[in-house]
């Protein structure tokens, strides 16, 4: 019985390792084909910390894809996405379809403010009012749709929602001190305005794959 239960959990480790593992080489490779097609001198033009921030917003994209084609066809979708099963994706739909549209227009946003012009880059894609109005209007668009959508969601997904940005704002502060504090002294690489909407993008991202994980919904 003690035998049967571990292979089951080492078979359910393996297979959300390998979803893990596959989710991220096709992010990487998604984000550096997209950084291919806008040209190396565009991208040699942005510099590490603009094509840093391009890779996250392109991230949050492909993740919002993903997410978008499990709703769409919830059996392929099933064996694609960390869930126990299509009927579980159905079920979800609801509160899955606003997580969509959250990752798309970050992830959108983010670039936009990666590839907009400033008065050091000249060569970006957008105007930065273009940019900064992007911006603007998706921090409105998710208040107003967090306080309209606050009684879809149960407990379970709130709780996680809360644990989330606990761990994205504890792991933002430790890097962002320290990064920070490096630049300050002259012990490390120099901190932009950019690097801090970058770290926090990240870290929001990571932050909610911690509060998942803890609770062991990693494996299913």
Do not use: H
């Amino acid at each position: 019985m003690m035998d049967a239960m571990t292979q089951d959990s080492l078979s359910k480790w393996k297979k959300s390792a390998t979803r893990l593992v596959a989710g991220g080489l096709v992010g990487v490779a998604a984000s550096a084909g997209a950084l291919v097609l806008a040209g190396s001198d565009l991208v040699g033009a942005m510099g590490p910390s603009r094509v840093a921030l391009a890779t996250i917003g392109l991230i949050y994209g492909l993740m919002a894809l993903m997410v978008g084609f499990g709703l769409a066809a919830p059996r392929a979708g099933a064996k694609l996405l960390n869930v126990a099963d299509a009927e579980e994706l159905r079920e979800e739909r609801s509160g899955m379809l606003l997580s969509v549209v959250t990752m798309g227009a970050l992830g959108l946003v983010l670039v936009l403010l990666a590839v907009a012009r400033t008065p050091g880059f000249s060569a970006g894609l957008v105007s930065a009012e273009v940019a900064m109005g992007a911006l603007a209007l998706s921090v409105v668009g998710g208040a107003v749709a967090s306080w309209a959508w606050r009684d879809r969601f149960d407990e379970l997904n709130r709780q996680l929602g809360l644990e989330g940005c606990f761990w994205a704002f504890c792991l933002s502060w430790v890097l962002l001190t320290l990064w920070a504090a490096a630049d300050f002294l002259g012990l490390g690489a120099s901190l932009t305005a950019i690097d801090v909407v970058t770290t926090l993008a990240a870290m929001m991202l990571l932050g909610s794959f911690v509060a998942v994980g803890r609770r062991g919904m990693m494996v299913r």
